[in-house]
């Protein structure tokens, strides 16, 4: 180019630049694509907490404010929305759920409320005739809690009633599970098999398996099921991204992980949302074994799309309080010698914290499942070593449950950042029966929310589904009265950890994306940030706390987009 041309260049910009300027002075402002107004809005923004109108321009909020202010955003083709003084919140985000395994579980038998070994066996043997075959029973969630006596089932109690069709049920919790003799001689599990690390076989009198594995001896039988075909998949998450629409989670953090099935579910997850319908935000934590995958093509912690992100990591320090695996410095209460068990993944301790430092060195973020205190307390080390030997960062460390605290510890989650990930309803569910496990005194330390926020530790809330209903009213409920499920505690089950409803929407919202290194993009009904936004039926902060697990979402947006509509529950949670 010579120099003239160049002066031309630049004489013509000028001039496009003049012109594109005076037109932009000329025309008023763009107009929004969507209004909700005559609305209660809790924005969850300390800077402008209640609001009357929202509006939308593209996937973004573009003003929050009074009617009047808002109304200037109206233009000929905006959607406008009479939300009729019901209240508004932003869009619920699920910080610890498993995501298609909660699809399958739409899909498969439901044990949960069978309240007795009778009932239990009796469902599975009517799913029984009705499955194809090769193919197996699994899920169910089954709670033996609910029946007496609360005895872990047997093979013996289903065998007669399913023969040759494998099976295979999950405890509600998944840190234990059922075969009966089909599955077992598919897994090759006999007498003669020993435990593998981090897992039990249960036995009879005479040393034979009796069907019941818990933790680490589930994955010897997860590797004889077949796995999930992708249509499968993209079938299971379309039903489980419906049913996230109609609850009003927009944002869910899957902490799915078993035998690299997280890479075939992300597939199916990316090729939704290649086709526009993926009408929730994922972020997604592969397993800490598989660390190196994601470490050597550089990806790091919230790494890709507003709707799919990867980055993060989810290990295991320990199984659960239900199946009595959950690490206590201290026996169980009521089965004097067993203080629970490490997982496969920490044994030995060592292994872990290495590959810990190795991903945090790769940048990536570490979501750690950690329920007895002790086993929270051996994360918490590894976590200040991290500290120690890479120097400050914006880490994000997290601890899923965070289910049961050491007295010293609260301070040391506090120095170290540590966000406690955790799941309310957990609370009046294991509530009914926890003390008797662990005593009075481990039991006031459990799901202490309150506790947590004095010591000026951030929440993120969500659900562990299907572990849990994925129902968010579930869980302000759960966090609010902490009146457990077996209507014993209408007052609260240690109700001092009791929150605010404004407390607990706030950990269901911008806790869980602070959790999640999405903060500045959502969280909060707040200009600039993404427009997830739910209306419900009722103002939870106006009702009696123990009607909030009634209150139903009437509309869902994700990103501007009505993907849910009590008035049309037509499926557009597939459109476009
Ligand atoms: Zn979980």
Not at 92 to 117: E, I, P, W, Y
Not at 119 to 141: C, D, H, Q, S, V
Not at 308 to 323: H, Q, V
Not at 510 to 520: H, L, P, R, V
Request: proline share 5%; with cysteine; aromatic share 8%.
């Amino acid at each position: 180019m010579t120099k003239a041309n160049v002066r031309q260049l630049v004489v013509s910009l000028a001039l496009v630049v003049a012109v594109f300027h005076a037109q932009s002075q000329a025309q008023s402002k763009p107009a929004a694509d969507l209004i909700i107004q005559h609305a209660k809005i809790w924005t969850v923004d300390a800077a402008n907490p209640t609001a009357q109108a929202v509006a939308v321009m593209r996937d973004r909020i573009v003003a929050v404010g009074g009617d009047a202010d808002v109304e200037s955003w109206r233009g000929p083709q905006t959607r406008v929305i009479d939300a009729a003084e019901k209240l508004v919140l932003p869009g619920f985000n699920d910080a610890h759920c498993h995501f298609l395994s909660g699809g399958f579980q739409l899909d498969a038998v439901d044990l949960n409320d069978a309240t007795s070994a009778a009932e239990f066996a009796r469902r599975i043997g009517e799913r029984a005739k009705i499955t194809p075959k090769g193919e197996w029973i699994l899920a169910g969630n089954w709670d033996e809690t609910k029946w007496t006596p609360a005895e872990f089932p047997t093979k013996e109690l289903i065998d007669p009633l399913t023969q040759d069709v494998p099976v295979f049920v999950s405890r509600y919790d998944g840190h234990m599970g059922l075969a009966n003799s089909a599955a077992l001689r598919a897994a090759g599990i006999t007498a003669q098999t020993v435990d593998p690390p981090g897992g039990v076989i249960l036995r009879d009198a005479k040393g034979n398996p009796t069907g019941a594995l818990k933790d680490a001896a589930q994955d010897v039988m997860l590797k004889a099921i077949p796995s999930l075909t992708t249509e499968q998949r993209l079938h299971l998450a379309l039903r489980a991204l419906a049913h996230a629409a109609s609850l009003g989670v927009t944002s869910c953090q899957n902490m799915d992980n078993g035998d690299n099935q997280t890479y075939d579910d992300l597939k199916a997850f990316s090729q939704l949302q290649e086709q526009g319908k993926l009408t929730m935000r994922l972020y997604v934590a592969p397993s800490i074994v598989d660390w190196e995958d994601q470490a050597k093509i550089g990806v790091r912690h919230a790494f890709g799309s507003s709707f799919l992100r990867i980055g993060a990591l989810k290990g295991y320090a320990d199984g659960s309080l239900g199946a009595r695996t959950a690490y206590f410095f201290e026996p169980f209460t009521d089965t004097p010698g067993n203080r629970g068990l490490l997982s496969g993944q920490i044994q030995p301790p060592s292994l872990m914290r290495d590959r810990m430092l190795k991903a945090d060195a790769a940048g990536l973020q570490l979501c750690t499942h950690a329920i007895g205190d002790q086993g929270i307390s051996i994360i918490l080390d590894f976590y200040a070593d991290i500290v120690k030997e890479h120097g400050p960062a914006d880490r994000r460390f997290r601890i899923e449950h965070a289910q049961h605290m050491a007295v010293k510890d609260f301070d040391r989650f506090a120095q170290l950042a540590v966000i406690a990930s955790m799941q309310p309803y957990h609370a009046i569910d294991d509530g009914r029966w926890a003390e008797k496990r662990i005593g009075h005194d481990r039991a006031s330390r459990t799901y202490a929310f309150r506790t947590f926020l004095d010591h000026g530790v951030r929440l993120a809330f969500g659900t562990d589904w299907p572990v849990a209903p994925l129902n968010p009213m579930l869980g302000l409920y759960a966090a609010v009265t902490r009146a457990t499920l077996d209507g014993k505690n209408p007052g609260g089950w240690f109700p001092e950890q009791k929150l605010t409803v404004a407390e607990a929407v706030r950990a269901y919202t911008m806790g869980s994306a602070y959790a999640e290194f999405q903060e500045i993009e959502k969280g909060s009904i707040t200009p600039g940030k993404l427009a997830d936004m739910v209306i419900l039926s009722d103002d939870i902060f106006a009702i009696e706390p123990a009607k909030i697990r009634d209150v139903k979402v009437q509309k869902t947006f994700v990103g501007g987009k009505l993907v849910w509509d009590v008035d049309n529950v037509e499926p557009q949670a597939q459109q476009k």
